[in-house]
């Protein structure tokens, strides 16, 4: 959206995704309110043999499970919801909306998409807790740009794993850059880190070739 027209989604995802797969580690691709966006994602989680976890937005129920039921077609490793995207203007805006969920609620969905769901945008050990029903959480402020005054995920994340007590998986994101950084979020308790711009970058500059590079980067450092 943000870096000029050399890729659309779809060819964005499909270098992305495979270029993941093959250095290792898996893509997580995003949803939009142009339904082009979670097509394309799929599409290029099939073609890399479902190594790649697509992001569904906190969308009314009927729309969050037509998207599920995309999603279990292309057989994706896991699937993921940013509920925190429910604090963003723009989707509280759009019709339907987006929006909060009920822990049953969150039960439901996640029952529907019949793989291991992550639910990420937990920054309390509350909101960790009604998580449990999830495979695993990722401690994430969407980049500081939901709410303001938003505390570090590294000073949350502590007491996020002491009261999640290993009954799930607990990702981390936010600034996350080198090979430093993953072994801090290691150490704090997590179980693995996302890292979202820099692959952006590395895919504007050097394609899958620029993927690849990053990867060994961060795990020589």
């Not at 989680?45 to 190594?51: E, L, Q, T, V, Y």
Request: glycine share 12%.
């Amino acid at each position: 959206m943000h870096y000029g027209d050399k890729y659309d989604d779809a060819a964005y995802n499909d270098l992305l995704v495979s270029a993941c797969r093959d250095a290792g580690i898996l893509a997580c691709t995003g949803d939009g309110m142009d339904a082009a966006v979670m097509e394309g994602a799929l599409r290029a989680i099939h073609h890399a043999d479902g190594c790649g976890v697509p992001t569904v937005k906190p969308w009314d129920k009927d729309t969050i499970f037509a998207k599920l039921t995309q999603a279990r077609k292309a057989d994706p490793v896991a699937v993921a919801m940013d509920i925190d995207a429910a604090g963003l203007p723009f989707l509280k805006n759009h019709m339907p909306p987006a929006g909060c969920k009920t822990v049953e609620e969150l039960r439901e969905i996640i029952e529907y998409a019949q793989k291991p769901f992550i639910l990420k945008g937990i920054m309390t050990p509350a909101g960790a807790r009604k998580a449990l029903e999830a495979a695993g959480i990722v401690v994430s402020n969407h980049g500081g740009r939901v709410l303001d005054q938003c505390p570090a995920t590294a000073e949350v994340l502590p007491a996020i794993v002491e009261a999640v007590a290993g009954r799930m998986k607990i990702f981390v994101d936010g600034g996350i850059r080198t090979g430093l950084d993953v072994f801090k979020a290691l150490a704090l308790g997590a179980d693995g880190v996302l890292i979202g711009r820099p692959f952006v970058t590395m895919v504007y500059g050097g394609g899958a070739e620029g993927v690849r590079v990053y990867a060994d980067k961060l795990q020589s450092e």
